[in-house]
T-cell receptor, first 113, second 114 residues
Framework: AQSVTQLGSHVSVSEGALVLLRCNYS??????LFWYVQYPNQGLQLLLK??????LVKGINGFEAEFKKSETSFHLTKPSAHMSDAAEYFC???????????FGAGTRLFVKA | NAGVTQTPKFQVLKTGQSMTLQCAQD?????MYWYRQDPGMGLRLIYY???????DKGEVPNGYNVSRLNKREFSLRLESAAPSQTSVYFC?????????????FGPGTRLTVL
């Protein structure tokens, strides 16, 4: 069965610092991987996704993620944090069959002025 | 386009009461989903509907029922609410049928069961 592990339930960075949110997955077949963001009192929205092809994926708001098959990882990065990046971030893997997505437990990002 | 809408936004129930959460999407998506979100547990799938006329259990279906009323609407019913069902409920939709479809989420319903 597929699963997703997000390392760190809370991450705190200073404004302007590098953001790194970690995600590892397990899958017996090539995975399709996603990062979603949830702002307070809102639903989730897609940041970026990996399907096939280029392993470095660029998303909205300056975020990117790199698929590393050998490490079964899909870490999310942003070179310079902004106060507006404070939110909860979810890594997810699409399950075979195309109808179900498995979500990680989430990482809450705090950005300090 | 409104995207995915959910009603109500907030609800307080007493143990044993019933209620239905409503969800509608205007993107002509085939697939719809109900999740619950609890602190530290991410989103867990309750039920999903791959296409109009079909529904299937997800990870945590006990205590819930669903109805795919038509292509637009997918409702979630709690027949006899329990405190363990206190949670935030999200409805989502996707085109479906493709492994890498993104899901579009509604704003959520915050449910408290006393």
């Amino acid at each position: 069965a597929q699963s997703v592990t997000q390392l760190g339930s809370h991450v705190s960075v200073s404004e302007g610092a590098l953001v790194l949110l970690r995600c590892n997955y397990s899958s017996s077949v090539p995975p399709y991987l996603f990062w979603y963001v949830q702002y307070p009192n809102q639903g989730l929205q897609l940041l970026l996704k990996y399907t096939t092809g280029a392993t470095l994926v660029k998303g909205i708001n300056g975020f990117e993620a790199e698929f590393k098959k050998s490490e079964t990882s899909f870490h999310l990065t942003k070179p310079s944090a902004h106060m507006s990046d404070a939110a909860e971030y979810f890594c997810a893997v699409s399950e075979t069959g195309g109808f179900k997505t498995i979500f990680g437990a989430g990482t809450r990002l705090f950005v300090k002025a | 386009n409104a995207g995915v809408t959910q009603t109500p936004k907030f609800q307080v129930l007493k143990t044993g009461q019933s209620m239905t959460l409503q969800c509608a999407q205007d993107m002509n998506h085939n697939s719809m989903y109900w999740y619950r979100q609890d602190p530290g547990m991410g989103l867990r799938l309750i039920y999903y509907s791959a296409s109009e006329g079909t529904t299937d259990k997800g990870e945590v279906p006990n205590g819930y029922n669903v109805s795919r009323l038509n292509k637009r609407e997918f409702s979630l019913r709690l027949e006899s609410a329990a405190p363990s069902q206190t949670s935030v409920y999200f409805c989502a939709s996707s085109e479906g049928g493709v492994l890498y479809n993104e899901q579009f989420f509604g704003p959520g319903t915050r449910l408290t069961v006393l």
